[in-house]
């Protein structure tokens, strides 16, 4: 058994979002001891990981307060658990080609800086911008 400041170094989250996570639902088989301090096993360790994860992709705590809820009720409800998970991908793919695509801007711009200090024009990025947008 770990406590809440092994627990917190162990997975780089601070011990009060891990309280947070407890007390949305999150963590429903925390034990507690004596004392009324958390106590978690390793397969929690585990489920902390993983819900670090998915918050940092940007999922909602409402989501996960769905999967943990589904979970609870059994494998009956994996397709619904499926289905939530396969959502929140669809959105990080479509983050990711946002990100892509700003980050070639960064480095089409950066490049641009190289020139300049080179003496060469801006227009090779004008031209890179105007054709990421061919509807305006």
């Known amino acids: 058994m770990f406590t809440i400041k092994e627990v917190s170094e162990k997975v780089n989250c601070?011990?009060?979002?891990?309280?947070?996570?407890?007390?949305?639902?999150?963590?429903?088989?925390?034990?507690r001891d004596n004392h009324g301090n958390r106590l978690f096993e390793k397969r929690d360790i585990d489920w902390i990981r993983l819900i670090s994860c998915f918050r940092a992709t940007g999922?909602?705590?409402?989501?996960?307060?769905?999967?943990?809820?589904?979970?609870l009720q059994g494998d009956e409800t994996i397709g619904q658990r499926r289905a939530i998970?396969?959502?929140?991908?669809?959105e990080i793919k479509r983050?990711?080609?946002?990100?892509?695509?700003?980050?070639?801007?960064?480095?089409?711009?950066?490049?641009?800086?190289?020139?300049?200090?080179?003496?060469n024009p801006e227009e090779r990025f004008l031209t890179y911008i105007g054709e990421l947008d061919t509807t305006i």
Do not use: C, W
Request: aromatic share 6%; glycine share 4%.
């Open 14 to 31: 601070p011990a009060h979002t891990i309280r947070f996570y407890d007390k949305e639902g999150l963590l429903p088989d925390i034990r």
């Open 59 to 71: 999922m909602s705590v409402a989501d996960l307060k769905k999967i943990v809820d589904l979970a």
């Open 85 to 90: 998970l396969e959502s929140h991908q669809a």
């Open 95 to 119: 983050k990711q080609q946002v990100l892509n695509e700003a980050f070639e801007a960064v480095s089409q711009k950066l490049e641009v800086y190289n020139d300049i200090e080179k003496g």
